[in-house]
């Protein structure tokens, strides 16, 4: 079997996996993204913790970005594996107690 061939039949029962697990679904849509187009897709970049992950390198890396003084600047720098790669930073941040849940600020207790 083409792993285009395996490709088409996962494709195809994309509802069946959804509803054995979220999770599941989610590694499998991330897989199959990443065969369209010649560029590695990972399918969450349009999400909070990939903005997260992306703005963190800013701070630590851009030296033309606007908070680079506050952070880069003094030293601050990324744990070496999550800079190049997100699903570490992912993997690791996922399993933290309170992941998604929603950051109250003081300014919203006032």
């Not at 590695?40 to 970049?45: A, E, R």
Request: hydrophobic share 40%.
């Amino acid at each position: 079997m083409l792993v285009t061939d395996a490709y088409e039949i996962v494709l195809e029962n994309m509802d069946a996996i959804e509803k054995i697990s979220g999770e599941l679904y989610m590694a499998v849509k991330i897989i199959l993204e990443s065969f369209e187009g010649n560029r590695y897709k990972h399918g969450m970049s349009r999400t909070k913790i990939y903005h997260v992950w992306v703005n963190m390198k800013n701070r630590c890396f851009d030296e033309n970005y606007i908070a680079y003084q506050e952070y880069g600047r003094r030293g601050i720098t990324v744990y070496n594996e999550w800079i190049n790669d997100f699903f570490a930073f992912y993997n690791y941040v996922s399993k933290l107690p309170h992941f998604g849940e929603k950051i109250i600020h003081l300014t919203e207790l006032i």
